[in-house]
């Protein structure tokens, strides 16, 4: 059956006797595949696509509503008649389909879908390309064909990197509140003007990637874009699909790679969206205990139902294919894992070995993986995991989940608690800041500074930080030292690195005004230089999940609150030293071990955090430092230098 279903998949062909097929747009074949979960092209099939049938232009629309008695398509084109347009049920798969002559792109549509106890149900497709914009609630005919792409070079190199070894430092982005324009009702710049905005600033400070919130379109702004309702639909807030490539198309040329925030773990329960799709529960699980998540109000996927695995798998490769997207953040990735996440007992139910695993989406993760990164190697699947859960980023095909990255949520937790403490009381607490790298090699890791950090009264970055306005910033350039210098690649939320003081808001924009004070533009001017060392020197991103790339020097300084470490290049030159003073408190005289093949060499000053043009007290650091034979620290050799209250040193050898 798989043979004559993949046979027929490729459409027009012949009878053995030389009769000719007539052309079917949604075959046999087709729904097969997506009854099995592998139709990894359905988004082609199913939603609203330009056709032509017996010569005639128009549009074939398809939806899958298995337990739908009728269904219609309702739209401006028919004056949303609701008996003028009625769907032809395929076959037993539940897919529905109709070619309607002369509809254009452009037209807004929903299905009217009845149920056999007769209810009427207004549902927005699926599969739309586009959305009315909010409050309204249709979608829109789009065809997402022509679009000029001029970044072939970027795409065609994308896949032969070992992503492993190359640097990734992200900058989290939410559009509508990245800028806005004055006055101007709403405010949000189209994707084509944010695009040409954040193409300068990301490459004026070195980022190498964007991740990009709440891009799926979604009915309420106050979610993020973390309810969703389009999964394959770039939100109409911004503009058009094409609009959104051109933000994509442009970033490319720009050597920016760009990354959705996706969740495939949870969707809104407004009206017209997923949820009770035909009348009854499709997309998500019927039973309330695995088909809802009482603290989030929202309904969660059946990943045990094949097309639903279809649907989301195909998701994927949809924005892969159609938008050059180069990787997904999974939202939430915990909560889909544990069948008893932020539920009380009797609120879930166990798995058939009784236990809170989810079986099903734990297949789901392996399958996703396996298909896109098997086929696209250079794709990145980050998994924002929570917890302490094995195998996240272990190899496609064993036991592991097979996503790219994990994002580090520990390493995160233990920045933000130890920075946020008073110097005093640092001592106390040391061990925070290196206990990360006794579990870094067991996953491939990404370290975040992101939005959840800056909101809900956490406070911004440099508001986390403890004493005055001079001690805050400073606190806040050791730490993103410490951050860049540490094992796992980057992520920072859009405004923190120039200092952000107001907790983020999607209503607003970032506070750019804050850029004509000296310690905001110090501080961006500081993160701006990190980035260009970040890129610059192999040793911080070659080697990210092994010792071979990482040696303490100084890891038990409690008394002092410092920390000295060695980033190591796969070469073995150009290592960097990185000493770290977390007090108010100048270290004069502070001697630092270092390795034994520094012999007869000099460590070359690369940057030093005080600097009064970074926003510093101004403190210096010899430009270059002699080795010396006197033990340190179970170390022969040596290095003595002066260092700055709250401040970071990062030398070369």
């Not at 007539?22 to 082609?44: G, M, N, P, R």
């Not at 007090?583 to 030093?608: A, Q």
């Amino acid at each position: 059956m798989a043979k004559k279903a993949a046979e027929q998949a490729k459409g027009n062909g012949t009878r053995s006797g030389g009769e000719k097929i007539e052309k079917v747009f949604i075959s046999e074949a087709d729904q097969y595949l997506f009854s099995q979960a592998t139709h990894y092209d359905i988004y082609k099939k199913l939603g609203a696509h330009v056709s032509e049938e017996r010569k005639k232009k128009g549009v074939y629309f398809g939806v899958w509503a298995p337990n739908a008695s009728r269904v219609h398509v309702i739209g401006s084109f028919n004056g949303w008649e609701e008996d003028a347009h009625e769907m032809k049920k395929l076959g037993p798969v539940g897919i529905w389909g109709l070619f309607i002559p002369g509809v254009q792109p452009g037209e807004m549509y929903k299905f009217l879908i009845t149920t056999p106890d007769g209810r009427k149900l207004y549902k927005a497709d699926p599969f739309a390309n586009s959305a009315e914009y909010r409050p309204g609630t249709a979608s829109v005919i789009t065809d997402l064909r022509g679009f000029p792409w001029k970044d072939e070079k970027w795409m065609e190199a994308r896949d032969g990197k070992e992503v492993q070894k190359q640097p990734m430092a992200i900058y989290e982005c939410h559009i509508g509140s990245f800028m806005k324009h004055p006055g101007d009702g709403e405010g949000f710049y189209t994707y084509r003007e944010f695009a040409d905005k954040i193409a300068d600033y990301l490459k004026e400070m070195k980022y190498t990637h964007v991740e990009l919130m709440g891009v799926l379109e979604h009915p309420y702004d106050g979610s993020w874009g973390y309810q969703v309702t389009g999964y394959y639909a770039p939100t109409s807030r911004y503009g058009t699909p094409k609009d959104f490539m051109y933000l994509v198309d442009k970033l490319h040329r720009m050597g920016v790679g760009v990354i959705l925030d996706w969740v495939p773990a949870h969707f809104a329960t407004d009206a017209h969206g997923l949820a009770e799709f035909d009348g009854k529960c499709i997309f998500e699980h019927p039973d309330p205990r695995l088909g809802s998540h009482p603290d989030w109000g929202t309904k969660i996927f059946n990943y045990g139902k094949p097309e639903v695995k279809n649907f989301l798998i195909a998701n994927v490769l949809f924005w892969l294919r159609e938008f050059h997207i180069d990787g997904i953040r999974v939202d939430a990735v915990a909560s889909m894992l544990y069948l008893d996440y932020g539920k009380k007992d009797g609120q879930w139910v166990p798995n058939k070995f009784g236990g809170n695993q989810n079986l099903e989406a734990i297949e789901f993760f392996k399958h996703l993986n396996s298909v896109v990164r098997g086929t696209y190697p250079g794709f990145l699947t980050i998994a924002e995991e929570s917890t302490a859960w094995p195998n996240v980023t272990g190899d496609i095909g064993g036991d592991a989940l097979g996503f790219t990255f994990k994002w580090n949520m520990g390493w995160m937790h233990d920045f933000c608690e130890y920075m946020k403490l008073d110097p005093l009381y640092r001592k106390g607490n040391h061990y925070a800041m290196t206990f990360a790298m006794s579990y870094n090699e067991y996953e491939k890791y990404i370290l975040p500074l992101s939005h959840d950090e800056v909101v809900h009264l956490k406070c911004s970055m440099v508001n986390k930080m403890p004493g005055f306005q001079m001690d805050k910033y400073a606190n806040l350039r050791v730490g993103y030292t410490y951050m860049f210098g540490h094992c796992g690649k980057k992520l920072l939320f859009m405004g923190q690195d120039f200092g952000q003081e107001r907790e983020w808001s999607e209503e607003r924009e970032l506070d750019w005004f804050l850029l004509q004070e000296k310690s905001n533009l110090g501080l961006q001017n500081y993160v701006k230089e990190l980035l260009k060392l970040y890129r610059k020197y192999p040793a911080l991103y070659e080697i990210d999940d092994s010792w071979d790339g990482f040696e303490w020097m100084n890891a038990d300084d409690a008394e002092n609150s410092v920390y000295a470490f060695v980033r190591k290049s796969s070469k073995g030159i150009q290592n960097l030293l990185f000493v770290l003073n977390m007090t108010p408190v100048k270290r004069e005289g502070y001697r630092v071990p270092v390795p034994s093949v520094s012999v007869k060499k000099k460590y070359k000053l690369l940057l030093n955090s005080d600097e009064e043009r970074f926003g510093g007290w101004g403190n210096e650091i010899a430009g270059e430092i002699t080795v010396e034979k006197v033990p340190c620290k179970n170390k022969e050799y040596s290095i003595c230098m002066d260092l700055p209250p709250y401040g970071a040193a990062v030398f070369v050898f």
